[in-house]
């Protein structure tokens, strides 16, 4: 059973489903977004992630139905909802007429992969949450992994185990890859089905083996503060699906089937092989990936503040080599290792959305004004900050 901050976008669904309705949902299911702690544009490359589950969810309330049909309505940030227009499980498939359903093409998409599956009933859904949009902080993510427990659940299906949710996840993701058509790892689904309450995730991706490392900032006297920048760029599809090609025609010219197969102290000898134009990206995998290794270390010793030099390498990584930060995203982080952070870095697929600082819970407030008056004097949309807590994953809440 999931608790925490679940309970408010739940309630939210589940009445609003009630009045759309005019009777109560059989269930009400929710799933969160993320931050990545490091660990950025490794997981399509086999490579190595840390993400943790935020409290902000977002929740699906339903009801089965014995049509085949789905209804899907969403609950707005004005409180109003927005209605898909009913949907044919059977004939749902990706495509052209995918990309003519706007937001409705991600529960679409997740109930066209279950179909496939054998899970093939009917629903009507109602939507709520708070995963901040546009934001990096996986709110489709969140939205496909909700949905699809609340479409295993309606079909009868119990509860996935540790193992079943990474498959669900994998569903997750081709439904965004394959129907919404969006080439993303699989990162946000399954740190949005996987993570667990007060740990990171340590996910070998190639393996799929996951470890959950103990991650209390708040006791070590520290706090991971979230800066959504609240801006998004028009080019971040184009840009990471001509990175994510980058990456894979370099791991062809190599003779590997991803980066991960690289080295740290191989990599020089597999720079001269490659374009030069393809050098800087393998140069961050790599050693992103050897980043995430060392900041796994740091957390099973306890050494949470010594994780600060390691998103500050990330982010200059990031900036400089797979060149996907943004002008907001390096004055977030440059104004927070200014005002006293231990470390920053951009965090998400890029070009906007979200940065994350490592700070001193005395240091909180003054960071958080520092990055607000450089955005005010720069003529720039002032951020939203948050502390991230590690939070549980998906799960199914009270109806």
Not at 125 to 145: K, R
Not at 311 to 334: F, M, N, P, Q
């Amino acid at each position: 059973m999931v608790t925490h901050s679940a309970t408010s976008s739940s309630a939210t669904a589940a009445s609003a489903f009630t009045a759309l309705h005019d009777r109560t949902p059989q269930g009400v299911w929710s799933a969160p977004g993320r931050v990545n702690l490091i660990g950025e544009h490794t997981d399509y490359n086999d490579g190595f992630v840390l993400p943790f589950a935020l409290p902000h969810r977002l929740a699906a309330a339903g009801s089965g139905r014995d049509d085949g049909l789905l209804t899907v309505a969403s609950v707005g940030s004005d409180g109003r909802l927005r209605h898909a227009e009913p949907m044919r499980i059977g004939e749902l498939a990706p495509g052209a007429d995918a990309a003519e359903l706007g937001w409705a093409a991600y529960p679409a998409g997740v109930a066209w992969v279950l179909r496939e599956q054998g899970f093939d009933r009917g629903a009507d859904l109602v939507l709520a949450g708070d995963v901040p949009t546009g934001a990096g902080l996986s709110s489709s993510a969140a939205l496909e992994c909700a949905v699809a427990l609340a479409l295993l659940g309606l079909a009868g299906r119990d509860e996935p185990d540790e193992a079943a949710r990474v498959e669900v996840a994998r569903w997750a993701q081709r439904a965004e890859n394959e129907f919404v058509g969006v080439p993303t790892g699989v990162l946000d689904q399954t740190a949005s089905m996987c993570c667990v309450d007060g740990h990171a995730l340590f996910l070998d991706v190639r393996s799929g083996q996951a470890e959950q490392v103990p991650f209390d900032a708040a006791a070590a006297g520290l706090r991971i503060l979230v800066i959504d920048t609240r801006v998004k760029h028009a080019h971040s599809e184009s840009g990471y699906g001509d990175r994510r090609q980058g990456t894979e025609r370099a791991a062809d010219l190599l003779g590997i089937k991803a980066l991960r197969d690289i080295a740290a102290d191989e990599l020089d000898t597999s720079l001269a092989a490659l374009p030069e134009e393809l050098r800087p990206l393998v140069r961050h995998v790599v050693t992103e990936n050897e980043r995430v290794l060392h900041a796994v270390n740091l957390l099973r010793e306890g050494r949470l503040a010594d994780l600060g030099p390691l998103l500050d390498a990330s982010h200059e990584s990031l900036r400089i080599d797979y060149r996907v930060s943004a002008t907001e995203l390096d004055l977030a982080v440059e104004t927070a290792r200014s005002a006293g952070a231990l470390g920053a870095r951009m965090t998400g697929g890029g070009f906007g959305g979200s940065a994350i600082a490592l700070v001193r819970a005395e240091h909180q407030d003054s960071v958080e004004a520092a990055v607000t008056a450089a955005f005010d004097r720069e003529g720039l949309r002032l951020p939203r900050m948050f502390v991230g807590v590690p939070s549980p994953g998906a799960g199914t809440d009270a109806a």
